[in-house]
C-alpha cells in the first residue's frame, strides 16, 4: 500500500518561499506510470491544482501560479518537493501531495494522496 | 472561476437519490470524456468514486453512478445514506490545464 506524508514548516512569512515534502512509502517514486501531483485547499475552499511531474521527468504546472512554483524530485529518498516563492496571505491553505494512476482508458486519476498539511502565511 | 461549474450545495434524505452536474463552461475541454469526482469528508483527503465519467474504482458502492450529456458531466447518488454527506469535487482537462477542478459541491443528507 502506497503511503504519502507532506512535511514543512506550517508557517510562512508573506513574500518568503514556501517549501513542503513529500516522502513516499510502498513504492518506488521512480518507477510506474504515475505523477506525483500537489494541490492545494484553502480552509473552506475548493481543490486547486498546483502542479505535477511524471516519472520519466515531464512537469505540468497550473497556469495560475507556474511563475512561482518548481518542483523537484530526490529519487535516492524516495521523495519529491514543492517550493512556491512570493507567497501571500492568499497562499494559505492545507496542501496536498497525491499520486496519479494510469488508468485502462490511459487517462489518469488520483489514487492515493497523503493526509495534507497546513502552511499558514502569516508575519 | 473555475472552468467547471458545480451548484455549491445539494441536499436529500436517507434513501433517496441526487444529482449533482458538472458544467464545463470553458471551449476547451477536450472530448470530456475523462471526468472523475472525488468525495471529501471533513478534515480529509479526497477518494476517487467515479473515473473516465461512468467507471466506478474497484471497492466504491454501486451506488455511485456517473454520466454525461453535452458539456455537462453528472455524478448520481442513490439510496442516500448519513456517510454520503461530504463535498464532491468534478475533475477533467480544462483550459490547457490536465487538471481542473470543480468549485465543489457540499451534499447535505436531511
Known amino acids: 500500500q502506497v503511503q504519502l506524508q507532506e512535511s514543512g514548516p506550517g508557517l510562512v512569512k508573506p513574500s518568503q518561499t514556501l517549501s513542503l515534502t513529500c516522502t513516499v512509502s510502498?513504492?518506488?517514486?521512480?518507477?510506474?506510470?504515475?505523477?506525483w501531483t500537489w494541490i492545494r485547499q484553502p480552509a473552506g475552499k475548493g481543490l486547486e491544482w498546483i502542479g505535477r511531474?511524471?516519472?520519466?521527468?515531464?512537469?505540468n504546472y497550473s497556469p495560475s501560479l507556474k511563475s512561482r512554483v518548481t518542483l523537484s524530485v530526490d529519487t535516492s529518498k524516495n521523495h519529491f518537493s514543492l517550493k512556491l516563492s512570493s507567497v501571500t496571505a492568499a497562499d494559505t491553505a492545507v496542501y496536498y501531495c497525491?499520486?496519479?494512476?494510469?488508468?485502462?482508458?490511459?487517462?489518469?486519476?488520483?489514487?492515493?494522496w497523503g493526509q495534507g498539511t497546513l502552511v499558514t502565511v502569516s508575519s | 472561476q473555475s472552468a467547471l461549474t458545480q451548484p455549491a450545495s445539494v441536499s436529500g434524505s436517507p434513501g433517496q437519490s441526487i444529482t449533482i452536474s458538472c458544467t464545463a463552461t470553458?471551449?476547451?475541454?477536450?472530448?470530456?470524456?475523462?471526468v472523475s469526482w472525488y468525495q471529501q469528508h471533513p478534515g480529509k483527503a479526497p477518494t476517487l468514486v467515479i473515473c473516465?465519467?461512468?467507471k466506478r474504482p474497484s471497492g466504491v458502492s454501486n451506488r455511485f453512478s456517473g454520466s454525461k450529456s453535452g458539456n455537462t458531466a453528472s455524478l448520481t447518488i442513490s439510496g442516500l445514506q448519513t456517510e454520503d454527506e461530504a463535498d464532491y469535487y468534478c475533475?477533467?482537462?480544462?483550459?490547457?490545464?490536465?487538471?481542473?477542478f470543480g468549485g465543489g459541491t457540499k451534499l447535505t443528507v436531511l
Open positions: 511531474f511524471y516519472t520519466n521527468g515531464i512537469t
Open positions: 497525491a499520486r496519479e494512476a494510469k488508468y485502462s482508458s490511459g487517462w489518469y486519476y488520483f489514487d492515493f
Open positions: 475533475c477533467s482537462y480544462a483550459d490547457g490545464s490536465p487538471v481542473v
Open positions: 470553458s471551449s476547451d475541454v477536450g472530448d470530456f470524456n475523462f
Open positions: 510502498g513504492g518506488s517514486i521512480s518507477s510506474g506510470n504515475y505523477y
Open positions: 473516465d465519467v461512468t
